[in-house]
């Protein structure tokens, strides 16, 4: 018992020498929840719970939620495995394409055998590969997107976030840009692995150089890809904004890429009257993406995320590189592969700005 | 200082607060009271701005909370124990919620080592147990030394030293002169650690006092007597009107025989000396402190949401008979 005084006793001294002792910075020991607390009547010693550390004044600035940003998204696996997939799957996508196309190629049409002297392929076609998985990989930028908000409210960190930064218009600036970032890394990093691939295949084969008017494709296929792919991770943003639930963004999503495109396609085969729809099926995400990918250029590659096919049937017309769908009926909405951009653009604004006041607005619970 | 202004709000048509203001002091623990679903996470998440009131305002150090430029030295709050996003770290967690205000990677470590999670730094926050997660929150909130601190049930599902460790911390951060606004149903662990106290029940302010007040208020002092002569006992005070003798229900582990009173306004040493110079029989004799637990049970019973029904069924008082679980 005394002796047990006699050290408590003992610790306050050595407390209080170094107190007295020096007051620059210091660590403390480990400290545990076993140690006992600072005194309340120690008459304000230095420490305690507060910071041995000194440091500049802490200040929320767009910077530091950037910095934020970027360790939340790099610190979670699903960041990884999406950006993975979308970098993988662009060039499997290029390589499947384009390993048909000279399949396709080396067969003689007249007797269906494979010939040794295969016809070139028009270069147009490499980079109708390249992008050809763009329209499916919308969907993983899109999840990404989705997911940078959603995570946060499903396990409740947004109370934290929004408690370390209460501009919720800010907050969510931060977590777009960085998103976005990441999602134009990874398309960039794929879409140039497909090339690649797509170079790879069909060199063998040979090429016919791209004709006049034809020369904004590499960069359409390229840089525009990963452009198209980043827009949809923003718009993922908005819908994760608006939906703060991963489940009914992710559905949203899929509605917007997969299930509504193809209840306009089906409907618009009703009749005449609703061939209309077809001209509102072209405004929709993930057609209006595909038309910007073509740079004007009429490529054979029929590629959206509803179905990925090749028309092997018709090795002739692919060779002529014709779009087998050209809509005969006239008096539809076409836009122009720069126009469709314009509308996808348009899908993103809307989307991150409803979105953005749906985060600003709502009670976080 | 965290002031809240006639805050109301509505989930629905559902009334959650209705005009509740309070001030939580600096240099005071502001313990807050109210049972489940009472609004006491509400209005903290309004003082937080997390949730925007159907009317009045909530000023933390004079002006709302989304106005100061730094908001993790203003307030550190622990709004929920599972803060952490399961497939994080510890580290990455604190670290994230560090980097917004520009605060340094050792401050992160600093209050590993305060709130003893220093150990399982880069396990994933889904693995913690609900102390250790509550722990981190804790941490979180420590990360700016902030000037207020905002802990809404901090001790769910700690272990005693930690339930310790947090009371000592409430204790501290209000002798720096900061102002602690702590959250509890427990009105033990509130009268321990709080200087003011704030009952809240179905959204309103049922009573806002000190707790030395309270204590004094609720906490009378009694009698316990169970005598065979109850007409030799209500005959000793018959001419006292300062004392009151009621009869009341036997204990469990009470003489089964004779008749229990309570005696209230009459000293023991007073009592005993009149009880044997009446030559009294009693078989039990003791004081009580009517519990403070007990005072809140009464004063929150009409208004708590989410009462359970008594398991014997036998019981049908709203007070618990465990009048003994007094904690000065």
Known sequence: ?365 | MIEIEGLSKRFGAKPVLDHVSFTAEDGKVTGFLGPNGAGKSTTMRAALGLIAPDSGRALIDGRPFAEHRAPLRTVGAVLDAKSAHKGRSAYAHLLSIALTNGIPKRRVDEVMDLTGIAAVKTRKAGAFSLGMSQRLSIAAALLGDPHNLVLDEPINGLDPEGVKWVRDLCRYYAAQGRAVLLSSHLMSEVALTADNLVIIGQGRILETTTVADFVAEHSTRSLRVITPEPEKLRAIFAHAPEVTVTPITRETGDPQEGAAFRITGADLGAAACVFAAAQLVTYLFVQEHASLEEAYMTLTHTSAEYLGRSMSGATQSAQPAQSKEVQQ
């Open chain 1, 1 to 365: 018992m005394s002796r047990g005084a006699h050290a408590a006793h003992a610790n306050r001294n050595a407390r209080s020498a170094r107190s007295a002792g020096n007051t620059r910075t210091r660590r403390q020991p480990q400290q545990t929840w076993n140690v006992p607390a600072p005194n309340t009547g120690d008459g304000g010693r230095a420490g305690g719970y507060g910071t041995h550390a000194t440091f500049a004044a802490p200040r929320l600035t767009f910077l530091n939620a950037l910095r934020a940003e970027i360790c939340k998204a790099l610190s979670l696996k699903s960041t990884y495995v999406l950006l993975i997939i979308n970098a993988l799957l662009l060039p499997v996508g290029s390589a499947l394409m384009a390993w048909a196309m000279a399949f396709l190629m080396s067969l003689d049409p007249a007797t269906g055998t494979t010939t040794d002297d295969p016809q070139p392929v028009a270069e147009s076609y490499m980079w109708g590969s390249a992008s050809a998985f763009v329209p499916t990989c919308l969907l993983v930028t899109g999840i990404l997107g989705v997911m940078a908000v959603t995570v946060e409210y499903s396990s409740s960190t947004i109370q934290s976030s929004l408690t370390a930064n209460p501009r919720r218009v800010m907050f969510l600036n931060a977590k777009t840009l960085v998103t976005a970032a990441l999602a134009f890394v990874s398309s960039l990093v794929g879409l140039l692995l497909a090339w690649a691939a797509a170079y790879a295949l069909l060199s063998p084969v040979g090429m016919t150089p791209l004709a006049d008017g034809e020369h904004a494709l590499p960069w359409v296929s390229i840089l525009g890809g990963a452009l198209l792919l980043t827009a949809m991770a923003v718009l993922g943003v908005g819908l994760g904004g608006v939906c703060r639930s991963t489940m009914g963004g992710v559905f949203a999503l899929v509605g917007l890429l997969i299930i509504a495109p193809s209840a306009l396609s089906m409907a618009s085969l009703a009749g005449d009257r609703f061939a209309w729809l077809q001209s509102v099926a072209r405004c929709l995400p993930d057609q209006a993406a595909s038309n910007v990918l073509t740079a004007g250029v009429d490529v054979v590659v029929s590629s959206s995320s509803t179905n990925v096919s090749i028309d092997v049937g018709s090795a002739d017309a692919i060779a002529e590189t014709t779009v087998a769908a050209t809509p005969e009926t006239s008096g539809l909405f076409e836009p122009t592969w720069w126009q469709s951009g314009l509308i996808l653009l348009a899908w993103v604004v809307v989307a991150y700005a409803i979105g953005a006041i749906v985060v600003r607005r709502s009670d976080v619970k």
